[in-house]
């Protein structure tokens, strides 16, 4: 039943108007979360955690599988907001244009809330990396190995 409707109020793009505002979300937030996070690793183990990652117990390389976690989602949060923005009143909205809500919201209206979707990205960040890590250590699934400088740099240094 709705289909039809929406086909005959808005025509075809009525199914794909979000789909640019969605990738503008969704791209920069994914890529985000995984360099991030990966650099972020890197960063607490090199200046957070006292002792190398192999020295560490599983149950501490998880809290920084967590807290590594935390702080990608804040940047993924960060990155996304505008976007989400514009997607969710966009859902709300029939016939309206991303570049419309995006003129009407404004460069402080495609801020607004983004505290609110720090604490529940960051959270939500954090839980899919610490689960992904869990499986892999109860299942004693291979964990990448920390980076390390590549030889030909270190001999550079």
């Given at each position: 039943e709705a289909a039809p409707k929406m086909y005959a109020e808005e025509g075809i793009w009525a199914f794909y108007k979000g789909v640019a505002p969605l990738w503008m979300r969704q791209i920069p937030y994914t890529m985000m979360k995984f360099a991030c996070f990966e650099r972020t690793v890197e960063a607490l183990y090199?200046?957070?955690?006292?002792?190398?990652?192999?020295?560490?117990?599983?149950?501490?390389?998880?809290?920084?599988?967590?807290v590594a976690g935390y702080i990608a989602g804040v940047f993924c949060a960060i990155v996304s907001?505008?976007?989400?923005?514009?997607?969710?009143?966009?859902?709300k909205e029939k016939g309206s244009t991303a570049l419309e809500v995006l003129k009407r919201l404004g460069p402080k209206g495609v801020w607004k809330g983004l505290t609110a979707?720090?604490?529940?990205?960051?959270?939500?960040?954090?839980?899919q990396w610490f689960i992904y890590d869990s499986v892999k250590v109860y299942f004693r699934l291979p964990r990448p190995p920390p980076p390390e400088m590549p030889e030909s740099l270190k001999k550079k240094l």
């Open positions: 090199k200046y957070v955690v006292p002792k190398p990652r192999n020295e560490c117990s599983k149950g501490e390389q998880l809290v920084v599988t967590f907001h505008p976007a989400d923005s514009v997607v969710s009143v966009l859902n979707r720090i604490i529940m990205i960051g959270t939500l960040t954090a839980l």
